[in-house]
C-alpha cells in the first residue's frame, strides 16, 4: 500500500513539474516563438531559461524584439511598444502572423533549383564564382511575392491586411534568399570540387 501511494505521488510530482515548465511562450516580432519555464523582464533585456534545459543555464533576448510573452493561464504579458514598428499592437499582432504563416505556407522549389543550376553554372569561373551565389540572392530577393501562399481555410479577412501582407512578404523575401544562398553555394561547392579532381586526374 506504501509501494503504491508513493508511486502515485511520484508520477503526480512529475506531472506538476513538466506542466509548471510548460509555462512561458516568448513571443518574438519576426514570428518565432520560445519554449520556456520562466523569464525575468529588465530594462534592456529579457532572461529566461528555455523549457527543458537546465534550470541554472539562463538566456537572453532583446526586449526590443520580443512581442508579448505568453503565460500559463492563457494571459499576454506586452513587452512590444507600439513606436518599435510604428504599428499599433493589433497591426503589430497582424503583421506576426503574416510573418508565421510565410513559415508555414511559402514553398517556390523552383528558386532553389534556379540558385542551384547558377551555382553549378558559375563554377566555370572557378573561384571568381564565390560571390554570384550571394549576388543572385540578392536579386530575387528584391521580388515580394505577389499572391500570399495560403490555404483556402485559412482566415481570409486576416490575410487581406496590409500588415499581414508585410509581415508575409518579408519572411517569403527572407526564406527565397536564404533557399537560395544554400542551394547555390551548395552546388557551387560540388561543381567546384569536381572540376578539381578532374583536373587532378587528367
Known sequence: MHILIGFTVF??????????????????????????????????????????????????????????????????????????LDFSIKEAKEYIKGEQAAHLFYRKPANSIAAAAIGVGSSVLSFYALPVPMIYSVIIGRFNSKKLQLPDSYDQQLASTEPFRLGYQKSARNIKIQQSLKWGYISLGISLAAVIIYEKNK
Not at 537546465?54 to 492563457?74: G, P, T, W
Open 11 to 84: 508520477i503526480l510530482m512529475n506531472l506538476i513539474t513538466h506542466n509548471s515548465e510548460a509555462q512561458v511562450k516568448i513571443q518574438m516580432i519576426n514570428g518565432k516563438v520560445i519554449d520556456a519555464s520562466s523569464y525575468t523582464v529588465g530594462d534592456l533585456y529579457i532572461t529566461y531559461i528555455k523549457l527543458g534545459t537546465n534550470k541554472s543555464r539562463s538566456k537572453k533576448v532583446d526586449r526590443y524584439d520580443v512581442f508579448s510573452i505568453l503565460k500559463a493561464d492563457s494571459s499576454e504579458e506586452m513587452v512590444y511598444m507600439p513606436d518599435s
